[in-house]
């Protein structure tokens, strides 16, 4: 079994930064890519951010610029650090995690809110 718990989301002001955090525990012997989705209300989830296990980082171009993703290999968790956000990225944020063996496992999400 493994477990996926993501924390950090609440609301915040536009311009203002958020940080959400996801820790990966359980019967996971290593992680391969780790990262987020969200979805916003009344639409599909879409990808965020991604890291791969050796620290490369890709964005959706939503993100480019305003996000930024790290994670520590040895916690077995993942941070988004969200700058600059705007009422559009109001959204459940979703955290996912990829083993090693090609099986995916997610997070029950978290509420980011953006005013303006």
């Known amino acids: 079994q493994v477990q996926v718990v993501e924390s950090g989301g609440g609301l915040v002001q536009a311009g203002g930064s958020l940080r959400v955090s996801c820790a990966a525990s359980g019967r996971i012997l290593s992680i391969n890519n780790i990262g987020w989705y969200r979805q916003p209300p009344g639409k599909q989830r879409e990808w965020v951010a991604t890291?791969?296990?050796?620290?490369?980082?890709d964005y959706a171009d939503s993100a480019k610029g305003r996000f930024a993703i790290s994670r520590d290999n040895a916690k077995n968790t993942v941070i988004l650090q969200m700058n600059s956000l705007k009422p559009e990225d109001t959204a459940v944020y979703y955290c996912?995690?990829?083993?090693?063996?090609?099986?995916?496992?997610w997070g029950q999400g978290t509420q980011v809110t953006v005013f303006s």
């Open positions: 996912f995690v990829e083993g090693l063996g090609g099986q995916t496992y």
């Open positions: 890291i791969s296990r050796g620290g490369t980082a």
